[in-house]
Protein backbone atom coordinates (compact mmCIF):
# COMPACT_ATOMS: atom_id res chain seq x y z
CA UNK A 1 0.00 0.00 0.00
CA UNK A 2 1.17 3.46 -0.75
CA UNK A 3 1.37 6.46 1.75
CA UNK A 4 1.02 10.02 1.02
CA UNK A 5 2.87 12.24 2.78
CA UNK A 6 2.26 16.22 2.72
CA UNK A 7 4.09 18.66 3.43
CA UNK A 8 3.46 21.97 5.81
CA UNK A 9 2.91 24.08 2.15
CA UNK A 10 0.77 22.14 0.59
CA UNK A 11 -1.21 21.64 3.92
CA UNK A 12 -1.64 25.67 3.61
CA UNK A 13 -2.97 25.74 0.26
CA UNK A 14 -5.15 22.12 0.32
CA UNK A 15 -6.78 23.32 3.13
CA UNK A 16 -8.16 26.75 3.07
CA UNK A 17 -9.90 28.21 5.93
CA UNK A 18 -13.31 28.36 5.02
CA UNK A 19 -13.82 24.78 4.03
CA UNK A 20 -11.69 24.08 6.94
CA UNK A 21 -14.10 25.88 8.91
CA UNK A 22 -17.22 23.49 7.72
CA UNK A 23 -15.19 20.59 8.20
CA UNK A 24 -14.82 21.23 11.75
CA UNK A 25 -19.04 22.22 12.28
CA UNK A 26 -19.45 18.44 10.70
CA UNK A 27 -16.72 16.73 13.05
CA UNK A 28 -18.26 18.43 16.61
CA UNK A 29 -21.89 17.39 15.38
CA UNK A 30 -20.54 13.91 15.15
CA UNK A 31 -18.51 14.28 18.30
CA UNK A 32 -21.84 15.16 20.13
CA UNK A 33 -23.83 12.39 18.47
CA UNK A 34 -21.43 9.73 20.23
CA UNK A 35 -20.22 8.78 16.55
CA UNK A 36 -16.32 8.76 17.62
CA UNK A 37 -13.88 7.04 19.81
CA UNK A 38 -12.14 9.81 21.48
CA UNK A 39 -9.48 9.23 24.15
CA UNK A 40 -8.10 11.87 26.30
CA UNK A 41 -5.10 12.75 24.79
CA UNK A 42 -1.56 11.19 26.47
CA UNK A 43 1.18 13.60 27.27
CA UNK A 44 4.59 12.52 28.35
CA UNK A 45 5.72 15.63 29.99
CA UNK A 46 9.89 15.86 29.13
CA UNK A 47 12.71 16.32 31.72
CA UNK A 48 13.85 20.18 32.42
CA UNK A 49 11.19 21.90 31.22
CA UNK A 50 11.95 21.64 27.34
CA UNK A 51 8.18 20.53 26.89
CA UNK A 52 5.86 17.64 26.43
CA UNK A 53 5.67 14.47 23.53
CA UNK A 54 1.70 14.11 23.07
CA UNK A 55 -0.60 11.45 21.43
CA UNK A 56 -4.09 12.22 20.21
CA UNK A 57 -5.49 8.99 18.78
CA UNK A 58 -9.42 8.84 16.97
CA UNK A 59 -11.79 6.39 15.26
CA UNK A 60 -14.70 7.73 13.49
CA UNK A 61 -18.16 5.34 12.52
CA UNK A 62 -18.74 7.74 9.52
CA UNK A 63 -17.33 7.63 6.98
CA UNK A 64 -14.63 4.82 8.61
CA UNK A 65 -11.40 6.20 9.67
CA UNK A 66 -8.88 6.70 12.23
CA UNK A 67 -5.96 9.23 12.96
CA UNK A 68 -3.86 9.61 15.29
CA UNK A 69 -1.65 13.02 15.86
CA UNK A 70 1.87 13.01 17.95
CA UNK A 71 3.59 16.21 18.25
CA UNK A 72 6.61 17.33 20.67
CA UNK A 73 5.32 20.52 22.30
CA UNK A 74 8.57 22.76 23.05
CA UNK A 75 6.98 26.09 23.96
CA UNK A 76 11.02 27.53 24.06
CA UNK A 77 10.43 27.49 20.03
CA UNK A 78 8.78 30.88 20.23
CA UNK A 79 10.69 33.60 18.78
CA UNK A 80 13.31 30.80 16.78
CA UNK A 81 12.40 29.61 13.29
CA UNK A 82 10.66 26.11 14.64
CA UNK A 83 7.13 26.02 16.03
CA UNK A 84 6.26 25.01 18.88
CA UNK A 85 4.34 22.57 17.90
CA UNK A 86 5.80 19.93 15.55
CA UNK A 87 4.96 16.60 14.65
CA UNK A 88 2.96 14.35 12.07
CA UNK A 89 -0.93 13.38 11.60
CA UNK A 90 -1.24 9.77 10.41
CA UNK A 91 -4.57 9.37 8.45
CA UNK A 92 -5.43 5.34 8.46
CA UNK A 93 -8.28 3.90 6.52
CA UNK A 94 -11.05 2.28 8.52
CA UNK A 95 -11.27 -1.46 5.96
CA UNK A 96 -7.92 -2.60 6.05
CA UNK A 97 -6.47 -0.20 8.62
CA UNK A 98 -4.32 1.18 5.69
CA UNK A 99 -1.94 4.24 6.44
CA UNK A 100 -3.24 6.70 3.80
CA UNK A 101 -1.31 9.93 4.51
CA UNK A 102 1.15 11.35 6.90
CA UNK A 103 0.73 14.92 7.10
CA UNK A 104 2.52 17.84 9.07
CA UNK A 105 0.94 18.58 12.11
CA UNK A 106 2.29 22.22 12.65
CA UNK A 107 -0.01 23.53 9.66
CA UNK A 108 -3.32 20.80 10.21
CA UNK A 109 -3.32 22.25 14.19
CA UNK A 110 -2.72 25.56 13.09
CA UNK A 111 -5.61 26.03 10.91
CA UNK A 112 -8.25 23.51 12.22
CA UNK A 113 -7.34 25.06 15.66
CA UNK A 114 -8.40 28.63 14.79
CA UNK A 115 -11.75 27.40 11.74
CA UNK A 116 -13.29 25.51 15.38
CA UNK A 117 -12.80 29.16 17.09
CA UNK A 118 -14.51 30.28 13.13
CA UNK A 119 -17.38 27.77 14.32
CA UNK A 120 -17.95 29.05 17.84
CA UNK A 121 -17.54 32.52 17.00
CA UNK A 122 -20.19 31.48 14.10
CA UNK A 123 -22.54 30.27 17.17
CA UNK A 124 -21.80 32.51 19.85
CA UNK A 125 -20.63 36.21 19.10
CA UNK A 126 -23.16 38.90 18.29
CA UNK A 127 -23.78 39.04 14.46
CA UNK A 128 -22.86 42.79 14.69
CA UNK A 129 -19.88 41.80 16.24
CA UNK A 130 -16.43 43.00 14.74
CA UNK A 131 -14.21 45.15 16.91
CA UNK A 132 -11.58 42.14 17.23
CA UNK A 133 -8.32 42.06 20.21
CA UNK A 134 -5.90 39.29 19.71
CA UNK A 135 -3.49 38.43 22.47
CA UNK A 136 -0.54 36.83 21.15
CA UNK A 137 1.48 36.84 17.95
CA UNK A 138 2.40 33.84 16.97
CA UNK A 139 0.87 31.08 14.55
CA UNK A 140 -2.46 30.72 16.05
CA UNK A 141 -2.83 34.57 16.61
CA UNK A 142 -2.46 34.66 12.44
CA UNK A 143 -4.67 31.60 11.55
CA UNK A 144 -7.62 33.30 14.34
CA UNK A 145 -7.19 36.30 12.71
CA UNK A 146 -8.31 34.57 9.00
CA UNK A 147 -10.75 32.90 10.87
CA UNK A 148 -12.43 35.92 12.61
CA UNK A 149 -12.61 37.02 9.08
CA UNK A 150 -13.82 34.45 7.39
CA UNK A 151 -17.00 34.63 10.15
CA UNK A 152 -17.45 38.25 10.73
CA UNK A 153 -17.20 41.61 9.23
CA UNK A 154 -14.11 43.94 10.96
CA UNK A 155 -14.40 47.11 12.34
CA UNK A 156 -11.38 47.01 13.98
CA UNK A 157 -8.68 44.86 14.51
CA UNK A 158 -5.72 45.29 17.55
CA UNK A 159 -3.20 42.75 18.49
CA UNK A 160 -0.57 42.73 21.37
CA UNK A 161 2.06 40.44 22.39
CA UNK A 162 4.44 41.08 25.23
CA UNK A 163 6.88 42.08 22.70
CA UNK A 164 6.94 45.50 21.11
CA UNK A 165 8.85 43.98 17.80
CA UNK A 166 6.76 41.02 17.58
CA UNK A 167 3.47 42.67 18.17
CA UNK A 168 4.27 45.69 15.27
CA UNK A 169 6.20 42.75 13.21
CA UNK A 170 2.75 40.82 13.32
CA UNK A 171 0.23 44.09 12.42
CA UNK A 172 1.96 44.99 9.72
CA UNK A 173 2.80 41.81 7.99
CA UNK A 174 -0.96 40.76 8.36
CA UNK A 175 -2.54 43.92 7.62
CA UNK A 176 -0.97 43.66 4.47
CA UNK A 177 -1.86 39.99 3.82
CA UNK A 178 -5.69 41.30 4.55
CA UNK A 179 -5.64 44.06 3.53
CA UNK A 180 -6.77 45.96 6.63
CA UNK A 181 -5.42 47.85 9.13
CA UNK A 182 -3.98 45.90 12.33
CA UNK A 183 -3.27 47.86 15.58
CA UNK A 184 -0.09 46.98 17.77
CA UNK A 185 -1.68 47.65 20.98
CA UNK A 186 1.01 48.36 24.15
CA UNK A 187 -0.47 46.33 26.64
CA UNK A 188 -3.27 43.36 27.00
CA UNK A 189 -5.71 46.01 28.53
CA UNK A 190 -5.59 48.41 25.40
CA UNK A 191 -6.24 45.32 23.36
CA UNK A 192 -9.16 44.51 24.80
CA UNK A 193 -11.09 47.30 25.84
CA UNK A 194 -13.89 47.78 23.80
CA UNK A 195 -13.53 44.57 21.79
CA UNK A 196 -16.17 42.48 21.29
CA UNK A 197 -14.33 39.18 19.83
CA UNK A 198 -11.60 38.43 21.58
CA UNK A 199 -8.88 34.95 20.76
CA UNK A 200 -6.05 34.59 23.55
CA UNK A 201 -3.20 32.49 21.51
CA UNK A 202 -0.47 33.16 24.11
CA UNK A 203 2.21 30.40 25.40
CA UNK A 204 1.04 31.96 28.87
CA UNK A 205 0.71 29.80 31.87
CA UNK A 206 -0.47 32.96 33.80
CA UNK A 207 -3.95 34.96 32.86
CA UNK A 208 -3.11 37.58 30.13
CA UNK A 209 -6.91 38.50 30.15
CA UNK A 210 -8.65 39.46 33.47
CA UNK A 211 -12.46 39.99 33.43
CA UNK A 212 -12.80 43.46 34.41
CA UNK A 213 -11.43 44.23 30.75
CA UNK A 214 -14.47 42.55 29.00
CA UNK A 215 -17.06 44.78 27.69
CA UNK A 216 -20.98 42.98 27.89
CA UNK A 217 -21.70 41.17 24.90
CA UNK A 218 -18.49 39.69 24.24
CA UNK A 219 -16.80 36.85 22.97
CA UNK A 220 -13.81 35.21 23.52
CA UNK A 221 -12.34 32.36 22.27
CA UNK A 222 -9.81 30.99 24.65
CA UNK A 223 -7.29 28.79 22.81
CA UNK A 224 -3.30 29.34 24.23
CA UNK A 225 -3.79 26.64 27.29
CA UNK A 226 -4.00 23.09 27.26
CA UNK A 227 -2.83 22.27 30.40
CA UNK A 228 -4.10 22.20 33.98
CA UNK A 229 -1.51 23.90 35.48
CA UNK A 230 -1.54 26.71 32.95
CA UNK A 231 -4.22 29.58 32.34
CA UNK A 232 -4.59 32.66 29.68
CA UNK A 233 -7.94 34.01 31.38
CA UNK A 234 -8.41 34.99 35.49
CA UNK A 235 -11.24 34.13 37.62
CA UNK A 236 -13.62 36.90 36.87
CA UNK A 237 -12.89 36.25 33.43
CA UNK A 238 -14.40 32.82 33.45
CA UNK A 239 -17.07 33.56 36.38
CA UNK A 240 -18.19 36.19 34.55
CA UNK A 241 -19.16 34.48 31.49
CA UNK A 242 -21.01 31.51 29.86
CA UNK A 243 -18.55 28.88 29.16
CA UNK A 244 -19.23 26.30 26.23
CA UNK A 245 -16.87 24.00 25.23
CA UNK A 246 -15.61 21.73 22.57
CA UNK A 247 -15.46 18.38 25.13
CA UNK A 248 -16.82 18.33 28.36
CA UNK A 249 -14.49 15.43 29.40
CA UNK A 250 -11.45 17.21 27.91
CA UNK A 251 -12.59 19.98 29.80
CA UNK A 252 -13.06 18.67 33.11
CA UNK A 253 -9.27 16.70 32.67
CA UNK A 254 -7.28 19.40 30.90
CA UNK A 255 -8.61 22.71 30.76
CA UNK A 256 -6.36 25.17 33.87
CA UNK A 257 -8.83 27.94 32.61
CA UNK A 258 -11.85 25.75 33.73
CA UNK A 259 -9.80 23.64 36.68
CA UNK A 260 -8.08 26.47 38.57
CA UNK A 261 -10.98 28.60 38.97
CA UNK A 262 -13.22 25.81 40.06
CA UNK A 263 -10.49 25.12 42.64
CA UNK A 264 -11.04 28.47 43.74
CA UNK A 265 -14.48 27.80 44.34
CA UNK A 266 -15.53 30.37 42.07
CA UNK A 267 -17.44 27.93 39.61
CA UNK A 268 -18.43 24.21 39.39
CA UNK A 269 -19.12 21.62 36.90
CA UNK A 270 -22.33 23.20 36.47
CA UNK A 271 -20.22 26.86 34.75
CA UNK A 272 -20.16 24.66 31.69
CA UNK A 273 -23.28 25.22 29.49
CA UNK A 274 -22.70 22.59 26.98
CA UNK A 275 -20.36 21.58 23.96
CA UNK A 276 -20.40 23.58 20.71
CA UNK A 277 -21.61 20.52 19.04
CA UNK A 278 -25.02 20.33 20.71
CA UNK A 279 -25.83 23.80 19.94
CA UNK A 280 -24.92 22.53 16.11
CA UNK A 281 -26.92 20.00 16.70
CA UNK A 282 -30.19 22.34 18.09
CA UNK A 283 -30.17 20.58 21.34
CA UNK A 284 -28.49 23.47 23.26
CA UNK A 285 -28.76 27.14 23.05
CA UNK A 286 -25.78 29.39 22.53
CA UNK A 287 -26.32 33.40 22.93
CA UNK A 288 -29.40 34.54 24.94
CA UNK A 289 -28.72 37.93 24.83
CA UNK A 290 -26.36 41.03 23.09
CA UNK A 291 -25.23 41.92 27.31
CA UNK A 292 -24.11 38.37 28.33
CA UNK A 293 -20.54 37.59 27.83
CA UNK A 294 -19.19 34.22 25.82
CA UNK A 295 -16.20 32.35 26.69
CA UNK A 296 -15.41 29.18 24.05
CA UNK A 297 -12.87 27.35 25.70
CA UNK A 298 -10.65 25.07 22.87
CA UNK A 299 -8.57 22.07 24.03
CA UNK A 300 -8.34 20.99 20.31
CA UNK A 301 -9.91 17.24 19.75
CA UNK A 302 -8.03 14.37 17.38
CA UNK A 303 -11.74 14.33 15.86
CA UNK A 304 -10.62 17.91 14.01
CA UNK A 305 -7.05 16.49 13.13
CA UNK A 306 -8.71 13.75 11.47
CA UNK A 307 -11.36 15.73 9.32
CA UNK A 308 -8.89 18.01 8.28
CA UNK A 309 -6.57 15.35 7.20
CA UNK A 310 -9.51 13.75 5.15
CA UNK A 311 -10.07 16.90 3.50
CA UNK A 312 -6.55 17.37 2.91
CA UNK A 313 -5.52 13.91 1.69
CA UNK A 314 -8.91 14.18 -0.56
CA UNK A 315 -8.12 17.54 -2.03
CA UNK A 316 -4.02 16.42 -2.53
CA UNK A 317 -4.96 13.25 -4.30
CA UNK A 318 -7.90 15.26 -6.91
CA UNK A 319 -4.71 18.06 -7.36
CA UNK A 320 -2.10 15.40 -8.02
CA UNK A 321 -0.59 16.95 -4.71
CA UNK A 322 1.99 15.24 -1.83
CA UNK A 323 4.43 12.29 -2.43
CA UNK A 324 3.63 8.83 -2.50
CA UNK A 325 6.32 6.43 -0.69
CA UNK A 326 5.62 2.54 -0.43
CA UNK A 327 5.63 1.95 3.28
CA UNK A 328 4.36 -1.44 3.35
CA UNK A 329 0.90 -2.27 4.98
CA UNK A 330 0.35 -5.48 2.71
CA UNK A 331 1.85 -9.39 2.68
CA UNK A 332 2.15 -11.55 -0.15
CA UNK A 333 1.17 -15.01 1.02
Known amino acids: MKTLIVSQPEIARLLPMRECIEAMAKALEATARGEVVLPLRQVVPLPH ?29 HGTPFDSHQGAVLLFEGEHGGLCAILDASEVTAIRTAAVSGVATRLLAREAAGDLAILGSGVQARTHLEAMLAVRRMRRVRVWSPTAEKRERFAEREGRRHGITVEAASTAEGAVRGADLICTTTSSREP ?126
Open 208 to 333: VLEGAWLAPGAHVNAVGSSIKSARELDTPAVARSRLFVDRRESTFNEAGDFLIPKAEGAIGDDHIRGEIGEILLGTLRGRESDQEITLFKSLGLAVEDLAAAQLVYARAVEQGMGTWVELGGSRAE
Open 49 to 77: HLGALASMPVYAESPRAMAVKVIAVFPGN
